[in-house]
């Protein structure tokens, strides 16, 4: 039995070289975007966690993005539901489908060299087509033409951090290709599409997306898109979402949790993602995983990050790679990709479910896992789930859990109660350093009971009085101090000579984290 099930959930990752400025600064700077809309009553559920990473860096989501995501959410569900006919139509289509595999991967992490890659070890009529969505419009790839471009525009991430490969990524390389910027304004969708209607000979496309998007939105509007369609033949499918991960640089990235704004890479005035939160949900939401620049660390360094991947995506299919030199075949017209599944692969999501599967126990490794789960002992990475079932006092949350150092934590992510928003599902949300929490949904306690999901047997254990209000936090990490992390919690929980004061009082509690709505 699934927690919540079909809940969005976002995640965040650890940092390296923690920026200490005071929660205090960050809420004063986020001050004119800390005002989220309601939030959305809906029985898909969204939220968002934060990971193992001195949480000095707070947020609270712009009203704006906040809406975006808790849309997404809420396509989420609706995409679910349309899983069957996406499924029954892809076999309707059959040969008369294009397989579209889309690339994600932070700059320089090789993604315009797997594409070159794969064209140049394509014959002439294999029927591959290549594209590079950048700032400065949509560029083809063609394998085999006498005409070679200078230059293909790239997100400006693929500039960041770049070695000898990032840095041919951005600008070219060796072969024979020829670029040309078309479809500006255009949807992923509606781009592909047009190329596949426009090239008969086109029977599989490959797309390289921009540094800093992520898979799961993309994702979502594309089945939006393909609903909608009236067209039965030529129609892209969504066939392999695959992120490329840089081998050398992903940890480090992770730790030092830099925000995009800073680096000149956000998308709007209002994005405030920093690069840890971009890499977690690119590895999280992937159906094949890519490490590449295998040969830049030693293999006990690949074997490490891959045991790290695997607990971030529990589903994905991880492969090494120097030059971003990947087997066609492994990433093309492979039909792994499910939404259904891609709702399931991130690591956190999947230490919950497993937490309540097993009544609420410490997760206890099956005979098959005992070697992984030893291997990665080794290596200093464990999880575990957080769970109470009594709230988080806001001040103390403030003070002695956000305040701090989480060393060694990747990524947290989960829900939480405050007992000053007693009825308000928050989410929670870390990556590197910087915590977030937002509004996800009533609690299903605080709803009227006909408009309850399902019945109390068939949610999360029911508290007799809070019903299904608590904390459930899931923790991935390295060199992680499981006991020390749920001490600093524990503090947090109300005492019990508070409880009895009820939600009247803790309403009236000091509460310095920032507004999840306007006064």
């Known amino acids: 039995m699934l927690l919540h099930q079909g809940l969005g959930r976002c995640l965040v990752a650890p940092s390296k070289e923690p920026h200490h400025c005071s929660p205090q600064s960050k809420f ?14 809906t029985t898909a559920h969204k939220s968002c966690m934060a990971a193992p990473i001195p949480t000095n860096q707070l947020r609270a989501y712009p009203e704006a993005r906040g809406a975006k995501r808790r849309s997404c959410s809420r396509h989420r569900a609706t995409a679910s539901t349309h899983k069957t006919e996406y499924v029954a139509r892809s076999e309707e289509q059959g040969s008369h489908d294009v397989p579209v595999t889309l690339v994600y991967g932070f700059g320089g992490a090789g993604k315009t060299s797997l594409l070159r890659h794969m064209l140049a070890n394509s014959s002439g009529d294999a029927g591959l087509g290549a594209l590079v969505l950048g700032p400065q ?4 790839l063609q394998h085999g033409q006498n005409t070679s471009s200078t230059s293909l525009p790239s997100q400006q991430s693929d500039q960041l951090g770049s070695h000898a490969e990032g840095a041919e990524d951005a600008a070219g390389g060796s072969g024979s290709y020829s670029s040309s910027s078309q479809g500006a304004g255009q949807s992923m969708f509606e781009l592909v599409q047009g190329l596949a209607a426009a090239d008969p000979s086109c029977r599989s496309l490959i797309v390289e997306c921009p540094g800093t998007s992520v898979p799961l939105p993309d994702a979502i509007q594309f089945l939006d898109e393909l609903e909608q369609s009236e067209k039965r033949e030529r129609v892209p499918r969504l066939d392999t979402l695959v992120t490329v991960v840089d081998a050398q640089t992903f940890l480090p990235q992770i730790h030092a949790s830099e925000y995009l704004a800073d680096l000149g890479l956000s998308e709007d005035e209002l994005d405030d993602r920093t690069v840890a939160d971009v890499l977690v949900e690119q590895v999280e939401y992937a159906d094949v995983l890519v490490i590449n620049k295998a040969d830049t660390v030693s293999s006990a360094q690949a074997r490490q990050l891959e045991l790290i991947l695997r607990k971030l995506n529990r589903s994905a299919e991880i492969l090494q790679a120097v030059h971003g030199r990947v087997q066609a075949s492994l990433l093309l017209g492979t039909r792994s990709f499910s939404f259904a599944d891609l709702e399931q692969a991130p690591g956190w999501q999947a230490e919950l479910n497993t937490f309540f599967e097993q009544g609420r126990q410490p997760h206890h490794h099956r005979s098959n896992e005992c070697e992984e789960a030893s291997e990665e002992a080794d290596h200093g990475i464990s999880s575990f789930v957080y769970y109470a079932q009594r709230p988080f006092h806001p001040k103390r949350l403030m003070d002695q859990a956000l305040s701090m150092e ?5 990524r947290s992510k989960g829900f939480f109660w405050l007992a000053s928003r007693h009825d308000i599902m ?8 910087a915590w977030q929490g937002e509004p996800n949904a009533l609690w299903e306690a605080a709803r009227p009971s006909e408009e309850r999901t399902g019945d109390n047997s068939t949610m ?7 019903g299904d209000r608590c904390q459930q936090i899931a923790w991935i990490g390295m060199d ?11 503090s947090c929980l109300l005492e019990d000579s508070e409880m009895v004061g009820g939600p009247e009082a803790w309403a009236q509690m000091e509460d310095p984290l920032p507004s999840w709505f306007e006064d």
């Open 28 to 41: 004063a700077n986020k001050a004119a975007r800390n005002t989220c809309s309601p939030w959305a009553s």
């Open 137 to 140: 419009g949509i560029n083809r």
């Open 406 to 410: 989480w060393q060694g934590v990747l």
């Open 426 to 433: 928050g989410a929670w949300q870390t990556a590197g350093t």
């Open 460 to 466: 999360q254990p029911w508290h007799e009085q809070w």
């Open 480 to 490: 992680m101090d499981e006991e020390q992390v749920r001490a600093m919690l524990d």
